[in-house]
Structure formats: structure tokens, C-alpha cells
């Protein structure tokens, strides 16, 4: 049944709010901006500047057009003023109040969306005061954006945490380019239609120019929703272009198109040449005799997240050990586990599962002084993440659903030397790209069971044509990089503003 199209964006926004002063051409607007709060023995405070794959990606089209980045700079109830990196890039820091976290990040963004947006792995709870502190909060995103764009600047928006800035900014600024990128999964109509918000959300969404998402399969799910509301579809699916035109009652058009986002592949060469020092020290192999000289070290490395499956992966790994397919003498696990969210009851259960799961199973296998699971929840450093993805022989990338999973890209990054295996969830995105991974359902422990022991007999009586898989994921990893994302998505955001401008 079709539901009436939703109008553009409501007028509840005070068109004088911003004038458009601004003499930023390009602005990206995301949840976090990138800067850490530095705080001195002392106690003095300052602001860093932190790097990472979008802002590499998108440093250079920054600095070209003079460009501002809008975000939060991650700690509540105080920012910096604006200011400029070496590189000369605007860094307008957006603030966030304590009630504004609780209510808008951790409430609405991640126990109402993350979890909808994830085929409901758990149940997402829809409080009405969490999505008036959501509309409040991309508000106010929107209102520093259109206050520091210049007349025709593009503006590109990032994630799910601002889905609603698109539809304010055409209200407040209708002379800007627009662009919107989903880092996470679409889900399903059926699901989406779940959120009491749908129809405010999706206007805000459809008042975008281009909309990107990272597989054709969310890009379908979305496409599906709009024919619900009677919009004029038409085109086909490209990737890396807006081959699809959805076309709204009021005449507004707009493209989607398939973008896969990748990693700064030339920062993980840089990171493994400068290594090349500690190697001639005997790092890794110190870290390989610390957990015992095992023959296979198998590694997983994520957001301590109910979507990443770390416990079925765990328990696989268990039951692996306890029929004697794999000897506890000869094998070790080693889990990263970053913090994430712990403040969110769902991921307080999924810490103490895991945990209590990596207890039983080194309580059952491992010997004094040798554990066979090695887990850390804390953060490592890049460097050191490195060092373990080059002593691991197979990457467990066990996912129950990913956006795109870009741990999966960064082990095969660091495989110049076509060693290792990937074991990979069907369901993580990069799934679409690396298909010579071992992939697995990651519902069914005895398909992770299954695909871990193809790739520790691969490695050992099928080197060459391990090898050759391997060869050919990095070969494409190295090839489409987080550049050719970021390209792809401003040169078809481009095209676009072209035939409007006609």
C-alpha cells in the first residue's frame, strides 16, 4: 500500500537564522569532527587535530577550496573556537551538552537507529523525547553549516546521526549543492516503516542532491521505500555513479548511487614502512613468543558491538577446540576489543558475554602461562594494530551486519606479500568485494566452524592457491581506495549540480 509522499522539510525553521556569510566552498558536516581534547599534567586543555580515513580522503578538496569541517569535538559542555589546521582547514567545532549525548547520540542515534538500521539485531526503543533531542541537535548542525558555506558552496553530510541536516539546510540555504553518505546498512521497508519518525526522517533525507550508500542491496532497500510514497523512479543501479533519479510531488530530483568506501591505503604502506625499524628489533617476534609460539594465530579486531558477532566467533573457536579439530598447543585467538557505547544496556551484555566466554574457554584450553584466547578491551595505537595484523595468519571478520567493515580492508592492506587468510562474514559489505574470502554465515556457528578450518588447511596444504586469493583482494583493496571514494562521490555530486544549474 502506497503512503503519501512526504513534503519538503516542515516550517519550523526560522529562515533569518542564517545568511549565508560564509566563505567556505566546500563543507563536510559530520556527528564528530576530528580533534581530540589534549589534556597536560597540568591540567591544561588543548585541541588536536586527529587523523583518519575521511579526513585524509577528504583533506586535499578541503584545502583546494578553502573548506570547513562541522562536527562535535567529542567531550560535552565545551568546544574550542574555530580554528584552522596546518593545513588550513576550518575546523568549526559544533557543541554538545550532556543531555544532548545521553538523549541524541546514545539515545536516539544509537538505541533507535543503530539497532533499526541493523535488521534489529536487538529491539530499538523509540522515545519521544530522544527524537526531539535529535531534531534539536540537526538543527543545530544545520544552522553552523549554513552559517559558514559560502553562496553555491557543496556541502556533503555524513552518517545517520544527521539525517534530518539535508531537509534544514534546503529550507535555510536553497543555493547549496547537497550531498548525504549512509556509512551503516538500509534496511528493508518493512523494517524502516517501524520508526514512528519515518516520514520526518525520510524528508529530511530525500532534500538531499546525492545520496550514497555503500552496497546496491541498501541502495534497493531504499529505492523500494520511496516507490511506497508513490515517488518517480527511474535509471539503474551504477556504482560510483548517481545512476538512479528519484523524482518527488514537488518537481525536487536527486540522485543515488552505489559508493563503496575503502581505506587511505598509502597511510598503511606509510605505517608499515616506518615499522620496518621495530621489526629489526624482534618485535614481532617477541609477540609471537609471548602467546606461546602457536603455529595459526587467528585475530579479531572490533567496536566492542552486538553487531560484530565476536561471541559466535568465540564460541566456534570453542567448540573447535573441545572436538580436537584444533589443537590448544597449536592455535591462539587473540581479540581486540575496542570500547564502544557502554553506557547502552546492549552493549553492556555484549561485554559481559564475551568476557565471560573468553574466561571459560582459557579456564577449559589454556595452560599456565599460555592462554589460548589473549583479549584486550582497550584501544592500541595504529602502529601496533599493524604489528597484529602481520603476525596473524587468518582475520576473523565475523560480523552479523556491516555497513562495509574496513578491518577486512586494513588486514588485506598490510598482505603485500599474499600471505594469511580472511575469513568474512556474508553479510559485512566488504563481503561484495573481497569475494576470495572465506566467507560464513555468521548466524550459524558450524559455517564459522566450517570456513575457519578451510583457511587454517589452506594455509598449511594449499599455499599457492591461498596465494592467489589473497593476491587478488589486495590487488583490489589497493586499487579502490578511500581517494577513489571520495572522488567518485564529488564528481557525481558535481554532474548533478551541473544539470541543475542548466
Not at 587511505?264 to 609471548?290: F, K, R, V
Not at 546492549?346 to 577449559?364: D, K, L, M, P, Q
Not at 578450518?453 to 589452506?458: F, K, M, N, R
Amino acid at each position: 500500500m502506497s503512503e503519501t509522499a512526504p513534503d519538503s522539510a516542515d516550517g519550523n525553521v526560522d529562515s533569518n537564522v542564517a545568511t549565508g556569510t560564509g566563505d567556505n566552498s566546500f563543507v563536510v558536516v559530520a556527528n564528530r569532527l576530528p580533534v581530540d581534547m589534549i589534556i597536560e599534567s597540568d591540567g591544561t586543555k588543548s585541541w588536536q587535530e586527529s587523523p583518519g580515513g575521511l579526513v585524509s580522503a577528504l583533506s586535499p578538496v578541503l584545502e583546494k577550496h578553502q573548506g570547513c569541517w562541522v562536527g562535535w569535538p567529542g567531550v560535552t559542555d565545551e568546544a574550542p573556537e574555530p580554528f584552522r589546521t596546518e593545513r588550513g582547514v576550518l575546523l568549526h567545532p559544533v557543541e554538545l551538552t550532556q543531555h544532548d549525548f545521553e538523549e541524541f547520540y546514545e539515545g536516539f542515534s544509537n538505541a533507535t537507529l543503530w539497532p533499526l538500521y541493523h535488521n534489529l539485531i536487538v529491539t530499538p526503543e523509540f522515545n519521544r523525547s530522544w527524537w526531539d533531542a535529535y531534531r534539536d541537535v540537526n538543527l543545530r548542525f544545520a544552522t553552523d553549516v549554513a552559517t559558514v558555506a559560502a553562496p553555491g558552496a557543496t556541502v556533503w553530510v555524513q552518517d545517520y546521526q544527521l539525517q534530518l541536516v539535508p531537509g534544514i539546510l534546503r529550507q535555510l540555504r536553497p543555493d547549496l549543492t547537497i550531498g548525504f553518505f549512509l556509512h551503516i546498512p538500509f534496511p528493508p521497508p518493512e523494517i524502516y516503516r517501524q520508526l514512528p519518525w519515518r516520514n520526518e526522517m525520510l524528508r529530511g533525507l530525500l532534500d538531499a542532491d546525492l545520496i550514497g550508500f555503500h552496497l546496491a542491496s541498501n541502495l534497493r532497500n531504499f529505492v523500494e521505500l520511496c516507490r511506497g510514497y508513490d515517488m518517480e523512479v527511474s535509471g539503474e543501479i551504477k556504482v560510483r555513479e548517481a545512476g538512479i533519479t528519484i523524482t518527488l510531488p514537488n518537481g525536487h530530483s536527486l540522485g543515488v548511487g552505489v559508493f563503496p568506501i575503502s581505506i587511505d591505503t598509502s597511510a598503511i604502506a606509510a605505517t608499515l614502512a616506518a615499522d620496518t625499524h621495530h621489526e629489526s628489533h624482534g618485535e614481532l617476534e617477541q609477540m609471537h613468543h609471548n602467546m606461546g609460539s602457536p603455529s595459526t594465530v587467528f585475530l579479531g579486531v572490533d567496536r566492542l558491538d552486538y553487531t560484530k558477532g565476536i561471541l559466535q566467533r568465540l564460541l566456534a573457536f570453542e567448540e573447535l577446540l573441545d572436538s580436537g579439530a584444533l589443537d590448544p598447543k597449536e592455535v591462539a585467538l587473540v581479540q581486540l576489543a575496542t570500547p564502544s557505547r557502554e553506557r547502552i544496556d546492549s552493549y553492556r551484555t555484549t561485554r559481559s558475554n564475551v568476557e565471560e566466554a573468553v574466561g571459560r574457554i582459557n579456564g577449559r584450553f589454556s595452560q599456565i602461562g599460555r592462554p589460548v584466547v589473549h583479549y584486550q578491551h582497550r584501544s592500541v595505537t595504529k602502529d601496533v594494530l599493524m604489528r597484529y595484523y602481520r603476525l596473524a595468519d587468518v582475520m576473523l571478520v565475523t560480523p552479523f551486519r556491516d555497513g562495509m567493515n574496513l578491518v577486512a580492508k586494513e588486514f588485506v592492506a598490510t598482505r603485500a606479500d599474499s600471505s594469511g587468510a580472511l575469513v568474512l562474514s556474508e553479510f559485512a559489505g566488504a563481503a561484495d568485494e573481497l569475494t576470495q574470502a572465506h566467507l560464513c554465515n555468521p548466524f550459524d556457528i558450524e559455517d564459522i566452524k566450517k570456513a575457519m578450518l578451510q583457511a587454517t588447511w589452506g594455509l598449511k596444504n594449499n599455499p599457492e592457491a591461498m596465494k592467489e586469493r589473497m593476491s587478488a583482494m589486495y590487488n583490489q583493496v589497493m586499487e579502490h581506495d578511500v581517494d577513489l571514494w571520495a572522488n567518485a562521490f564529488l564528481g557525481a555530486l558535481g554532474v548533478l549540480e551541473q544539470k541543475h544549474s542548466v
